[in-house]
């Protein structure tokens, strides 16, 4: 019989959270078998992760088939965009760990960083399903804290604890604007409630007060999300992060944020709170600043961070014109999981080739590893959008849904910026395929191969056989 549990006459099961609770235990079990295995079997923390997750995807999935309903007194989505982007986290995090167990093989703290993984996972998973600001702030907090420790895992290496110093004074600032304007909204609106605050934002007139508490929501949002005014993270973190953990840091954390983003703002009626305005400015500066930030790197893995920030930029498209055609939500979902395969490809084939980065490095490099070549050039592809890759369709779903919407200007800005990433991804391409080199290519482990491989090719996949995943995606609903 099926646990329940009551508060007040109201039922509360664990069933709703389930796919959370496997990630979890999965997350405990991982700690306590690093606790209590010598270290040549830390490596036992990966396939334990695997199984968490697996359980977990397993668990979300058989919800799609329910009504969309929230859960737990209205503090939890049980929609389609809830859903979806958790089966997204879960999925990316899972190539994330096969990424570890090579890379972390010589750290006595191996088997922590899975469990660390799990628990950042868990805090993407509570931005996805978040509909209430509280849920909101500890999404954000547990995505967060987990994440320095992460960004900052090779303690002994000058240039990662650089990038978890940076992230983690970002990131205390941003959520302490976050906790500032959750406060201002509750003190307004006297509810923390999702559908208690459209209720009441509607009958509100616009203040000044409203849009100060939305503007510190926002950003503190944008923090995970890897958005303008708060980015500066990221291109540190993407350089000086253990690869995996960068792998992980520029993916997961951006697909909880984003899906909470698009769920948060169509509470405030546009008319009253010009939101939209604002929203696209920030994607127009989002974008074109990861672009122009990118066009100088001769560090790849740096040039992946300014990369991730411009497509972060794309993201905001979708969220600035929902509630204005039915095609946000879909582009939204659809562009996250083509830019989450083809971002884990690229982290992947550094990765496999033990975090190779300097430009100089990839010069002749076709000839040596022309697998691990052709997923970067499919990788880098797709984040431009060049067909039939994901990145593609993605990209062309989030124009059509910008010009259904009446910002068909911001479409043209996305077009323009598009043509400036091709430039700084063939700075790469370009000498990989017509440079010789000499220098010996060592790879690192069968896992990180596995990963690489897998990742490119679902990038190939959702770009040719895309139209399944349109008509699922097609149907998802956004509550409240």
């Known amino acids: 019989m099926r646990a329940r549990f009551w508060s007040g006459g109201l039922e ?14 999965a997350a405990c ?28 995807a397993g668990l979300a999935f058989t919800q799609l088939a329910g ?34 167990p090579a890379w972390f093989a010589r750290d006595k703290r191996h088997g922590e960083y899975y469990a660390m993984l799990l628990l950042s996972t868990l805090g993407a998973l509570l931005l996805a399903g978040a509909m209430d600001t509280l849920q909101l702030v500890m999404g954000v907090l547990l995505s967060s804290v987990t ?16 990038a978890g110093m940076k992230y983690f004074l970002i990131g205390a600032l941003t959520n302490a604007l976050l906790v500032i304007g959750v406060t201002l909204l509750f003190g307004l609106f006297g509810t923390t409630d999702y559908a208690a605050l459209a209720v009441a934002l509607a009958d509100a007139p616009g203040q000044a007060m409203t849009l100060l508490a939305l503007t510190l ?4 949002v944008a923090f995970k999300l890897g958005a303008v005014p708060a980015h500066a993270w990221l291109p540190d973190v993407a350089e000086g992060a253990p690869a995996p953990a960068a792998a992980f840091l520029t993916v997961v954390p951006k697909i909880g944020a984003a899906v909470a983003l698009i769920r948060l703002l169509p509470m405030f009626p546009a008319d009253a709170i010009a939101w939209r305005p604002i ?33 972060s930029g794309y993201a905001l498209m ?9 095609q946000a939500l879909p582009a939204l979902l659809f562009f996250l999981a083509g830019y989450a395969v083809a971002n884990l490809a690229a982290f992947a084939m550094i990765t496999w080739l033990r975090g190779r980065t300097d430009l100089e490095h990839y010069r002749g490099l076709s000839a040596k590893r022309p697998l691990a070549a052709a997923v970067l050039v499919i990788a880098f592809l797709s984040l431009v959008g060049i067909p039939p890759l994901a990145g593609f369709v993605g990209k062309l779903m989030l124009f059509v849904a910008a010009i259904d919407a009446g910002y068909a200007w911001l479409a043209v800005v996305a077009v323009i910026n598009t043509v400036i990433s091709l430039f700084y991804y063939l700075r790469v391409l370009g000498p990989m395929y017509f440079d010789d080199t000499d220098a010996p290519v060592h790879t690192l482990g069968s896992s990180a191969a596995v990963a ?29």
């Open 452 to 480: 690489m491989l897998a990742a490119g090719l679902l990038t190939v996949l959702l770009g040719v056989l895309s139209q399944p995943l349109l008509a699922a995606l097609g149907s998802a609903v956004l509550l409240p």
């Open 12 to 25: 509360l099961s664990p069933a709703p959270v389930l796919p959370e609770i496997a990630v979890l235990v």
């Open 217 to 220: 929501v926002v950003i503190g």
């Open 279 to 311: 929203l696209a400015t920030l994607s127009v500066a989002t974008m074109t600043l990861g672009n122009l930030g990118a066009v100088g790197q001769n560090d790849v893995r740096r040039l992946i961070g300014w990369s991730s920030i411009s497509q």
């Open 318 to 326: 979708a969220i600035t014109v929902v509630g204005l055609t039915d």
């Open 147 to 162: 994440g320095y420790v992460l960004a900052a895992y090779h303690r002994d290496w000058a240039l990662s604890v650089e």
């Open 29 to 56: 079990a991982a700690l306590l078998t690093a606790a209590f295995v010598p270290q040549r079997l830390q490596w036992l923390g990966a396939p334990l992760a695997l199984l968490g997750l697996a359980v977990a």
């Open 67 to 100: 009504p969309p309903r929230s859960a737990f007194a209205g503090v939890w989505a049980l929609d389609g965009a809830a859903i979806w982007g958790r089966l997204l986290i879960l999925a990316s995090a899972a190539v994330c760990v096969l990424l570890a």
